[in-house]
């Protein structure tokens, strides 16, 4: 079986170009699906990661078709899976088990999701890999962790979102708890993941010797959403559901324009406060006494979501956002994603970047998360097709077109 695949750019992981991003010639293994152990890896080949995404012979990874498609081609995997090789390897197999540990023993990292005990079933456990290579850093990234009563259960961002306090906290006062309508717990424990593969990949600089990283998904979206346990702990609260309100401060809400429009609005300062309320023409609202903190503001919000509301219902969102803006006051649009990629802060950042992709021609899609001034990232080239770079990474390795044929025959890649 060969595999026809298109080039990779000429700006590959070995072609560092006019500046060697960061990551360059560090070597990770991609063996997770869905989605925070892939963003994450996706995270470390953005700044010159060498990164080999493993999937399954027979049974790709589901990103592939989650989501809409253009042309029977999957558009979330173009982002997931941009800047990294992708091979098929079956590791419950003999020669797929012998395949992974050959490319382990010169990687840096491995990214896995498996539920715990899957790798060590397969005879790719710590022990195994560390034995083949000390210094690699292996990331499990799972919904409950390595260990305690739920590690075995199936774990995705939605459990994480509920059981973490998010979604209690989320919605309207009188409806039910509110889940994201995106991978938030994911995202937030790919970002975690990749600062963790980071700090185990420094902590190897002083020790030589590489790590676990126990990474459960419940517990980046514990760490963000504040400091909900010290307040449980000292004075018995629990945080309801207060809507788009805040129980720090007022006004913070979501205001409809005369043109049927929203914008969002911020006061966490209380300059900004007092500024808004100039604003609007309710300076009087200044003077009462619970005006002075947030907390007392926040207790008062009927009053003041009544003075901003019914001033920005009268005007339209580009007199609303200008009339803000020369007052000094913290106003936002509520976006939805046209106009996030007409918009032109995000246009001089170039958020939104345009790819070119072999498959479907130019796409456009998020860019690297930040920016470096001496050493920036870059998005080499898009999610490649099933297997595409199988023959390159084995060969690689060392191994003939006869031995990789015979692994084909094998169904072990």
Do not use: C
């Not at 259960?153 to 994480?160: C, D, E, Q, Y």
């Not at 919000?301 to 019914?310: C, N, P, R």
Request: glycine share 10%; charged share 20%; proline share 9%.
């Amino acid at each position: 079986m060969t595999i026809h695949a298109p080039a990779i750019p000429s700006e590959s992981p070995e072609s560092p170009g006019p500046a060697r991003p960061p990551l360059h010639g560090l070597r990770v293994l991609d063996l997770a699906t869905l989605f925070a152990g892939p963003l994450a890896a996706m995270m470390l080949g953005d700044f010159g990661a060498d990164v080999v995404k493993v999937e399954h012979p027979r049974k790709p990874d589901p990103s592939r078709g989650h989501g809409p498609a253009k042309d029977g081609v999957g558009l979330w995997w173009k982002v997931l899976g941009r800047n990294k090789r992708t091979i098929t390897l079956d590791l419950s197999s003999p020669g797929g088990r012998d395949t992974l540990l050959a490319l382990a023993a010169d990687a840096d990292v491995i990214v896995e999701n498996f539920r715990p005990g899957t790798l060590e079933r397969w005879g790719l456990g710590w022990e195994e890999l560390s034995t083949v290579n000390p210094r690699l850093v292996l990331a499990r990234v799972t919904g409950f962790g390595q260990f305690g009563p739920y590690a075995h259960r199936p774990g995705f961002g939605t459990l994480a979102e509920a059981m973490s306090g998010f979604a209690a906290i989320t919605g309207e006062p009188d409806g039910p708890p509110t889940l994201p309508p995106f991978g938030l717990a994911d995202s937030i424990a790919a970002l975690a993941t990749a600062y963790a593969v980071m700090t185990a990949l420094t902590a190897r600089t002083a020790t030589g010797s590489g790590q676990v990283v126990d990474m459960a998904i419940i517990e980046p979206m514990l760490s963000v959403i504040g400091p909900h346990p010290l307040w449980y702990d000292q004075l018995g609260y629990v945080q309801p559901r207060t809507g788009n309100r805040s129980r720090n401060n007022a006004p913070r809400n979501t205001y409809r324009t005369a043109d049927g429009s929203w914008v969002a609005v911020s006061t966490s300062a209380q300059s900004i406060a007092e500024r808004v309320l100039r604003l609007v023409g309710r300076p009087e609202l200044i003077d009462e006494p619970w005006f002075a903190d947030g907390t007392g503001r926040a207790e008062h919000a009927d009053v003041l979501d009544e003075a901003v509301g019914s001033w920005i219902a009268r005007h339209t969102r580009d007199e609303a956002m200008a009339a803000f803006e020369k007052a000094e006051a913290a106003i936002a649009p509520v976006y939805d994603i046209r106009d996030v990629v007409a918009d032109p802060q995000y246009q001089a950042l170039r958020t939104v970047t345009e790819v070119e992709d072999p498959e479907l021609g130019p796409i456009k899609m998020q860019n690297v998360l930040f920016r470096l001034s001496e050493t920036p990232g870059a998005i080499r080239w898009p999610g490649r097709p099933h297997g595409a770079d199988t023959t390159a990474v084995l060969s690689e390795l060392g191994l003939t077109p006869a031995e990789i044929d015979a692994l084909r025959e094998q169904g072990a890649v």
